[in-house]
């Protein structure tokens, strides 16, 4: 009786999704739903809609409908969840977050006919600290977990692709044992810390670069993505094709999966 007495209290907060996207068109809107279920815990829930309808037929990226990129207003934290669609075409997911401060959550899915579509919210916990962080830019090579992933630059060009090549070792040996983690060699998150623009990026291996020669024909990049390996192991270098969308600094997170499960490696770069 207490715990239904509580929940009942709990406060929710709807807020309006800002597109997050630097090119492609937005064609739907998005709120979201928090029911604070305890300090630095909270219930999501996120709705997509064209003009008054909901939003309920989602194409797969990366073999989900959606994913979500939580990070923090000092760039330290990052999650990357998925959430579950349910039949009203909500999607729902719980969030614990490690501190307190005001959360970016920013939503990234594919509605079916409308192309990509990211929208971020800023979500606060606990007593937040006001302003964004100051980043210097990182060293080139950083740890994460037994590996070492390097990048050959820290320097992005704005308004144009940059390859930046990644390389992982572990032991000061290239690493033998990196798999595939949700059907790309590795999952590469960009954010613009002025602005906030979201670049989300899946980069390529050895494997992949040879059959991009057989992509006449394909429609998307995830036709491409079948070339990698069901079960691995991937090659350790990998290349990311990033197109900065302004000058600033720019946060990465590069995400991918060793023998003992997942990996983060932070950077800091530069776009000028």
């Known amino acids: 009786m207490h715990a239904v007495f509580a929940l009942l209290l709990a406060a929710v907060t709807t807020y309006s999704g800002v597109f997050a996207l630097p090119a492609p068109e937005r064609r739907a809107a998005a709120t979201l739903e928090v029911t604070r279920t305890g300090p630095l815990a909270a219930r999501l829930e996120i709705v997509e809609r064209a003009g ?10 990366m073999t989900k409908r959606m994913h979500v990129i939580v990070i923090d207003r000092q760039f330290e934290t990052f999650q990357h969840l998925h959430p579950a669609l349910d039949a009203a075409g909500h999607f729902v ?7 307190p401060a005001t959360y970016y959550v920013y939503a990234d899915a594919v509605p079916h006919g409308l192309g990509q579509q990211v929208f ?4 606060p916990f606990g007593a937040p600290r006001a302003g964004n ?7 080139a090579t950083v740890s994460a977990g037994p590996y070492a992933v390097t990048l050959d630059t820290l320097k992005l060009r704005a308004g144009t692709e940059t390859m930046l090549h990644a390389s992982i070792t572990e032991n000061g040996r290239p690493a033998r044992d990196l798999a595939p983690y949700l059907g790309a060699a590795a999952h590469a998150v960009f954010i613009q810390t002025q602005t906030l623009a979201y670049v989300h990026v899946h980069p390529t291996t050895g494997n992949e670069a040879e059959a991009m020669h ?9 036709d491409m993505h079948e070339s ?3 079960k691995g192991p991937l090659p350790s270098t990998m290349t990311l094709h990033v197109e900065a969308p302004s000058t600033g600094t720019y946060k990465l997170w590069l995400q991918f999966r060793g023998a003992d499960g997942l ?8 776009a000028t």
């Open 52 to 61: 008054v309808q909901t939003l309920r037929d989602y194409d797969l990226d």
């Open 93 to 99: 997911f719980a969030l614990h977050v490690p501190k």
């Open 120 to 123: 971020r919210f800023d979500v």
């Open 133 to 139: 962080a100051v980043l210097a830019p990182s060293k």
């Open 214 to 222: 057989g992509m006449a024909g394909m429609e998307s990049m995830a």
């Open 228 to 230: 990698v390996p069901a």
């Open 263 to 270: 990996h983060v490696a932070p950077f800091v770069l530069v």
